[in-house]
């Protein structure tokens, strides 16, 4: 990964962790209720962002890229589909980030170690 592909990584995975935040706040109270319009677009701007990201490589399901906006889908819906991309964008992560120092993870770029810290791996890797 390049540090601009980092960086829009970064700010893709921030707004699919806040749309998943707030379609699940959506799906506890009526789950079966259909997102509106609004809502989607924003959630299918996000999921086109982040495929191009994952790639084929990291992408969650093969024959999904974004919701259809003629049959709205459901809050549980969305939701479920916001959790795979959550993870799958945390394996990308885990596997371009690496340790340097005691508690100090940083991000990988032309296989060097970037200033651009970050979290550890949700999961250690093995």
Known sequence: MTEEQIHNFEKIQVQ???LYIEISVLSKKSQNDALNKFK?????QALIEANL???????????FEKFEDVDLPSNSDVNLVLNQYLNCMEKLRSDN????GINKWAWVAN??????????PLKLKK
């Open 111 to 120: 296989n060097e170690p970037t200033k651009i810290l970050t979290s550890g």
């Open 97 to 100: 980030i690496e340790k340097i």
């Open 16 to 18: 699919l962790d806040g």
């Open 40 to 44: 989607l677009k924003f959630v299918n």
């Open 53 to 63: 990201i994952l790639g084929d490589k990291y992408m969650p399901f093969n024959d």
